[in-house]
């Protein structure tokens, strides 16, 4: 009923659930996937068993989608929030996975968050200089970007503080789908503090160090 009344076309696999989703994913007629992170807001985990087995497995991006999603009924994306490490390699990683699935009219803001090894030590007109940098780092790591935003601190606060300040319909983020102990800190921070839908762009793990 619920597919019906928004128009969208209905399947119904068998057999075990992970593996039917992924053969699923994997057909080539699909561009991505679109999951519930988990059962509730107040869950433990920033996703359930089975979308984090897609999430690991699947070689299309993968839209998590929070249980209290702020705004609610059928809305396009307007506003995507891009952060990127800053390296060239990565951000060609997000770039390629995100652009074939961009509609028009969609405005990019990509986030870059400063490290203490990484801050520029020496502003000396910091309006002109932070413009300029901006700039600078729209054109080698997005062009497609609107803007940019130069924040230090922790990633997924700068991402939260965003969220809300710019009203972002999507969060995009690369990974290399390994989720063991030690690796995709930022992926999790970021999902469990989520009010709005998550884009995982699946990379390799050379590439993919936004997640760390």
Do not use: Y
Not at 98 to 125: G, K, S, Y
Not at 154 to 181: F, G, H, I, M, N
């Amino acid at each position: 009923a619920l597919a019906a009344r928004r128009g969208i076309p209905l399947r119904l696999l068998s057999g075990p659930v992970v593996p039917a989703l992924l053969g699923a994913v994997g057909s080539s007629e699909v561009i991505a996937a679109v999951l519930g992170a988990r059962a509730t807001p107040s869950g433990r985990r920033p996703v359930g068993g089975t979308a984090l087995a897609v999430m690991s497995g699947a070689n299309k991006p993968v839209v998590v989608v929070p249980p209290d999603v702020a705004g609610g009924g059928a809305q396009r994306f307007h506003r995507l929030l891009v952060p990127l490490e800053g390296t060239r390699a990565s951000s060609s990683a997000v770039l390629d996975g995100l652009v074939p699935l961009l509609a028009d009219n969609v405005e990019l803001v990509v986030l870059h968050v400063f490290t203490p090894a990484t801050i520029p030590r020496f502003l000396d007109r910091p309006g002109r200089d932070v413009s300029l940098l901006s700039r600078e780092f729209i054109a080698q790591h997005c062009p497609p970007a609107t803007r940019v935003e130069l924040r230090t601190g922790s990633v997924s606060d700068q991402v939260r503080a965003l969220c809300r300040d710019e009203t972002a319909d999507l969060v995009v983020l690369s990974w290399s789908q390994r989720s063991e102990p030690g690796r995709a800190a930022v992926i999790r921070a970021v999902l469990s503090q989520a009010t709005i839908p998550v884009l995982l762009l699946p990379v390799p793990p050379a590439t993919a160090t936004t997640n760390r």
